[in-house]
T-cell receptor, first 111, second 111 residues
Framework: DTAVSQTPKYLVTQMGNDKSIKCEQN?????MYWYKQDSKKFLKIMFS???????INETVPNRFSPKSPDKAHLNLHINSLELGDSAVYFC??????????FGPGTRLLVL | QKEVEQDPGPLSVPEGAIVSLNCTYS??????FMWYRQYSRKGPELLMY??SSGNKEDGRFTAQVDKSSKYISLFIRDSQPSDSATYLC???????????WGAGTKLIIKP
């Protein structure tokens, strides 16, 4: 049974479109994250939610809007997609310790 | 200067060799040190976790932390082609603090 799942796994879209990525964790964790990993493999944190409340909001364009309907779900909506948004987006969760568990990633390609 | 420095590689070694992967950091408040392994087209997964200074061994893997030098290492003995992956170091000052990531080192084990 997958601990952290993301949908879709692949997303190919045109510039200017709006898209969403969904994340669910069945680990009972309170904290969830969105990361962006560029082509050089550098992981950059974007957002963190603790029990549905936003606790980390790094310098990210306001075209990116996270939403947490409950503590098991954290979705990411992206408006007006740009070429530079092409990357792999990872969802992760932790249970209050330092260990984070990652989803399989969503590979976004903006054409 | 980045808070965590990690050589991106790639590091290519023959099967059976001992591999040494390293990270340096600047924040003396870091107490928790982790190594994650990321296979191609997968999410990072926790490999080793160390609190404060010292060594920790798990099978063929040994994690070392030298807080006086602000230097951490991951050693892989009897390296296998299946160890080929990107290895990311991560560290934090505690559970209420953000996890800070290295850039990742791509490791290639040649059969």
């Amino acid at each position: 049974d997958t601990a952290v799942s993301q949908t879709p796994k692949y997303l190919v879209t045109q510039m200017g479109n709006d898209k969403s990525i969904k994340c669910e964790q069945n680990l009972g964790h309170d904290t969830m994250y969105w990361y962006k990993q560029d082509s050089k493999k550098f992981l950059k944190i974007m957002f963190s939610y603790n029990n549905k409340e936003l606790i980390i909001n790094e310098t990210v364009p306001n075209r990116f809007s996270p939403k947490s309907p409950d503590k098991a779900h954290l979705n990411l909506h992206i408006n007006s997609l740009e070429l530079g948004d092409s990357a792999v987006y990872f969802c992760a969760s932790d249970g209050g310790g330092e260990t984070q568990y990652f989803g399989p990633g969503t590979r976004l390609l903006v054409l | 200067q980045k808070e965590v420095e990690q050589d991106p590689g790639p590091l290519s070694v023959p099967e059976g060799a001992i591999v040494s992967l390293n990270c340096t950091y600047s924040n003396s408040a870091f107490q928790y040190f982790m190594w994650y392994r990321q296979y191609s087209r997968k999410g990072p997964e926790l490999l080793m976790y160390t609190y404060s200074s010292g060594n920790k061994e798990d099978g063929r893997f040994t994690a070392q932390v030298d807080k006086s030098s602000k230097y951490i290492s991951l050693f892989i003995r009897d390296s296998q082609p299946s160890d080929s992956a990107t290895y990311l170091c991560a560290m934090s000052a505690g559970s209420n603090y953000q996890l800070i990531w290295g850039a990742g080192t791509k490791l290639i084990i040649k059969p």
